[in-house]
């Protein structure tokens, strides 16, 4: 088993902070202001492979832009210097080459334009439209990549890490421009934000989500001597919900739960197969009442079961239903 064993590929994005010519090529600001680039743009090539992975198997690749103005009403009622007076010119001013995503990656992010969002401070989450896309998406799983390691990536982990998003830092698909800096970032990620994985590590998640397996369970077909009697039972007794269905392809009927029951005709009115099913309840003491006076048949009262309080019953074709409520004792 691997750290990223319990995150399900249908929850997750990957989201791409600031690759921009600003931050990573050589003639941007951060280039022309003394940083050495080759140490940004270095994660890169690595990039660029797993951002395609991610979009060939239909994981969302989310982008940022950020984007400064020549004049910054806001910024300007700061007393302190902002960081971008700390470089020889504001980076990334808006509709300026120094803004936009960078050559390598460029078309990619251009594969869908809506994923691209522009913001103005550090992190992602801060005044933009990410959380209500990722509401949108069903995302509750943050691939983090991009740059730099401790402005915008850093307070865009801790962003949403408070908002309860399951966090990974791609570290090799993140760079900053010191390197000391990075690793001390890190080594507080690890300990309480996010989990760190390489960009290999993540591509072998990716093979394991996207190779044949089973995903979840849909249901499990119950045949039955009495279709009514049996629907009555589980929907007014057991308080199961009907789900929509169809007759199936034989022609017999169909009645499926959302609990992950389905019952259809044909059964010998007797159990064969199945040793008992179970189900967690909301209140067992007083569905045991209701049963009971439905005289429904027990075989076995109230008692301690492995996961909780627990009761066990006869549908109407004598199979064994097991009802138990989680932290609930006898006495």
Known sequence: MTTLDAIDIRSAALLVIDMQNGFV????????????????????????????????????VIWTVQEHFAVDASRAQKKLAAHTAKRRQVSCLAGSWDAEIIEE??????LNPTYVLRKHRFGAFYETRLELLLRQLGVRTLFIAGTTT???????????YLRDYDVVAVTDCISGVNADWESAAQKVWAQYFCVLQNAAEVQAWIDAQTAPRIIDFAH????????EASKRFYTELLGFTPRNAAPLADGRPFVPFKQGLALTSGGPGNALQIDHMAFRVTDVRAATKRLKAANVKFFNELHDGI??????????????VELFQEGVKLS
């Open 220 to 227: 499990m077909l119950l045949q039955v001597g009495d279709i």
């Open 150 to 160: 401790n402005a915008c990536v850093e307070t865009t982990i801790r962003e949403a």
């Open 105 to 110: 990656l460029k078309g990619l992010a251009a």
């Open 307 to 320: 996961y909780g309080l627990t009761i066990y019953v006869a549908d109407p074709d004598g199979n064994k």
């Open 25 to 60: 090529h050589e003639k941007g600001t951060l280039g022309i202001s003394g940083v050495d680039t080759r140490r940004l743009a270095a994660v890169v090539p690595e990039q660029k492979r797993l951002i395609e992975r991610c979009q060939k198997v239909g994981i969302p």
